[in-house]
């Protein structure tokens, strides 16, 4: 697709729309006519007007050092988040209850509705008041009780017309109230102002009190605590009078000489064992190798003489052997019981010098930790005495730059709002317009038919003003320039135009559905085809329904359809045969010859596929120039599909603003499908008031809905 087919399809489609919406101009003028004064009414009669006071204040950083708070107590931050704390302190339900308990707001019908008075008479009242015309006078309904008043409730309401902003750049801010009363309005801003300056120092009040109930709390604590320490100290000290650097420095070095005694007695303990062990280990031994192990003088001489023989040498030998035993036994116990004695004073020393030690230790820690509670105890004792000399000096962090003198008119915006109101009906109108036309799936118009189907509208027949179908003869009889004769005017001569080599003959007229205007538009254009001086018949090719009875009551007791194609049938009852001049009945009225439906035990389909049929068509051709079928609706029976091989022309009647678009291409494709080409469309049943009602005007001039009831297979 090129680019100016695609500038073409989207122009097309927005004249489309436009078009759509200038045809339905009225709907969208009610809409915007009732958005417009349901606007006004509400702009001037329902709702209140309302006005806007607002306070402007500043934050204040410099504050006076003499005056400046501390103990504790936080002071305003100069960050964006501070500023916005601020703001919404000013809103917070705890300020704006003590505004409401001021004013008492509570009693004010403004934000107390239990105290107002019956809404002013609206749109909203209309349905109420209508339903009031119809009933009796009800009876007086008894008083309501009044309803307790709920303080939440006012405060979210006051809350509400509470507003606050922060100039950029600036430590200023605005404290805006709206109100129906524009001196209220001031009233409630500057109201606000205050409280929020009176709570500024009240919370500064209550932190410095609390700073000082707590710095008084804490100080008694540490002074406590100072004592309780203190007294510890003491004790200690008695406990251990000797605990002192010194001794335990004397203890430390009388326990490094007694390690050097224990030492060498251990020494010594080592060697008088060794020496009696030698002993011990020779004891069984010779003279001489006793004398070698002990190395003794004395005994070394008396080996000599034992070796000489001398008498007693022996045994003064073997009584010296025994002496030093004995002697090497008490040098081994006297030096184990000084080592000993030893160990036993070096552990003595150690556990004096750890228990010393430790109280030493014990006391110092006391002392570090008693000096360092009393720098805090003299540190909070200062702060309390600060503290206390600042309650009741402390100043507001903000002040009031612009009081609020007198409220200015805010709502409501008449005009905005009845503007709006008339846009919103129009566009409400327009989405009315545009929604019915997306939700339809009938045909309105020849052009909107022709462009689904593509197929040409031969006609566009109005439906006929007359009441019951005898009368719908009549007045196509004594009305041959009404305008609905006029369009079957405009069809005969778009059917004969539509072949000029070959015009058609036999016509046949069918539909998708009953009551679709078919058989009307058969009747009325075979009285045109009659009115060009031509033999028409018209036969009824719906012999299941029969509804020509109903336009032709004469003709009920003459012969039939069925009776004509008994004739040429070998196997037909010769008494129900007849021929088509005895059958035919000629209306006066309309020129034409009709030919009648039959009640059939056999299947309509089965005797128009007959061999009989066939030659029945072949007969009334010699004897008529037109002849029109009015046969069943194709989505009902088979019985259009078998005749239409037989007509010259076929006809397809669609029902105005009724037939959907489904069923119409349904009916189309099962005529397809047995090969017929359908000549052209009738759009039928067109209601002028309808065109009007969808926005189409006067283009056409007529048209109407048909109806039916009964079944096709009902007889």
């Known amino acids: 697709m090129t680019a100016a087919d ?80 601020e703001m919404e302190i000013i809103r917070s339900r705890e300020l704006i209850g003590r505004l409401v308990d001021r004013l008492d707001l509570t009693q004010d019908p403004e934000f107390n509705p239990a105290l107002r008075g019956d809404p002013p008479f609206g749109l909203r009242d209309v349905p109420g008041w209508v339903i009031g015309l119809f009933r009796a006078d009800p009876e007086p309904a008894p008083a ?34 709206v109100s129906e009363d524009p001196r209220k309005a001031a009233l409630l801003s500057n109201t606000l102002a205050e409280i929020y300056r009176e709570d500024q120092i009240q919370s500064k009040v209550q932190g410095t009190e609390d700073a000082a109930i707590w710095l008084s709390d804490r100080v008694s604590d540490l002074q406590a605590e100072l004592e309780t320490r203190q007294n510890e100290i003491n004790e200690l000290r008695a406990r251990s009078a000797l605990a002192s650097p010194e001794a335990i420095a004397q203890l430390n070095s009388q326990s490094v000489a007694a390690t050097s005694q224990l030492q060498l007695a251990e020494l010594a303990r080592t ?20 004398v070698a192990a002990l190395d003794d003088a004395q005994l070394r001489g008396l080996l000599a003489r034992v070796q000489t023989g001398e008498a007693t040498s022996q045994q003064r030998f073997d009584r010296r052997f025994v002496q030093l035993r004995q002697q090497a036994e008490a040098e081994a116990l006297r030096a184990q019981s000084q080592a000993t004695e030893l160990q036993s004073q070096i552990d003595r020393l150690s556990l004096q010098f750890e228990s010393q030690s430790a109280d030493l230790i014990t006391i110092e820690q006391l002392e570090r930790e008693t000096e360092a509670t009393r720098i805090l105890y003299e540190t909070f004792l200062n702060r309390l005495r ?61 052009e909107e038919l022709e462009k689904r189907t593509r197929l040409s509208v031969l006609g566009q027949i109005p439906r006929i003003p007359a009441k019951g179908r005898v009368p719908t003869i009549m007045y196509l009889a004594n009305k041959p320039t009404s305008a609905a004769a006029e369009s079957v005017r405009n069809l005969r001569t778009s059917l004969l135009m539509s072949d000029i080599d070959r015009p058609p003959q036999v016509i046949m007229m069918t539909s998708s559905l009953p009551a679709e205007g078919k058989t009307t538009t058969a009747i009325a254009l075979a009285q045109n085809l009659a009115g060009l001086d031509k033999r028409v018949l018209l036969i009824e090719g719906d012999i299941r329904r029969r509804t020509f009875s109903a336009y032709f009551p004469d003709a009920t007791e003459r012969p039939g359809i069925l009776s004509v194609i008994a004739q040429f049938s070998q196997n037909a009852d010769n008494k129900r045969q007849a021929s088509l001049e005895e059958a035919v009945l000629r209306n006066g009225d309309l020129g034409i010859d009709i030919l009648m439906g039959e009640k059939s035990a056999i299947n309509a389909a089965d005797v128009f596929a007959s061999s009989a049929f066939r030659d029945f068509m072949a ?38 603003d009724k037939t959907s678009q489904t069923q119409v291409a349904e009916g189309l494709s099962q005529l397809a499908k047995a090969n017929l080409r359908v000549t052209g469309l009738v759009l039928t049943q067109i209601d002028p008031r309808g065109m009007r009602r969808y926005g189409y005007g006067s283009k056409y001039g007529y048209g109407a809905y048909g109806g039916g009831k009964n079944g096709y297979y009902d007889n």
């Open 144 to 177: 309501a009780a009044p309803r307790p008043v709920n303080r939440n409730a006012v405060i979210t309401r006051v809350r509400n017309r509470i507003s606050t902003s922060i100039q950029r750049f600036t430590y200023v801010f605005s404290i805006s109230a």
């Open 619 to 656: 007969q009334a051709r010699t004897l008529y120039d037109y002849i029109i079928v009015d046969t069943p609706p194709v989505l009902v029976v088979p019985d259009a599909r078998v005749i239409g091989p037989y007509a010259d022309a076929v006809l397809y009647a669609v029902n105005w």
């Open 271 to 290: 060697r008088a064992e060794d020496a009696l062990a030698r002993i011990i280990a020779v004891e069984d031994a010779t003279p001489a190798e006793q």
């Open 386 to 446: 600060e503290t206390s000399v600042q309650i009741g000096v402390q100043q507001a962090d903000s002040r009031v730059l612009s009081e609020a003198l007198w409220g200015s008119y805010i709502a409501p915006r008449k005009s905005r709002i009845t503007f709006m109101g008339f846009l919103m009906g129009v566009l409400v109108g327009a989405g009315i317009v545009l929604g019915r036309e997306m939700l339809q799936n009938t045909f309105r118009t020849a």
């Open 6 to 85: 695609q500038d073409t399809g989207t122009t097309f489609s927005i004249l489309t729309i436009l078009n759509t919406l200038w045809r339905g101009k009225w709907i969208i003028g009610v809409c915007a006519l009732i958005g417009f004064l349901h606007a006004a009414n509400k702009a001037y009669r329902v709702e209140v007007p309302t006005y806007r006071a607002t306070t402007q204040m500043a934050l204040n950083f410099d504050t006076d050092p003499a005056l400046e708070v501390t103990g504790g107590v936080p002071q305003l931050g100069r960050d964006q988040s501070s500023f916005n704390t």
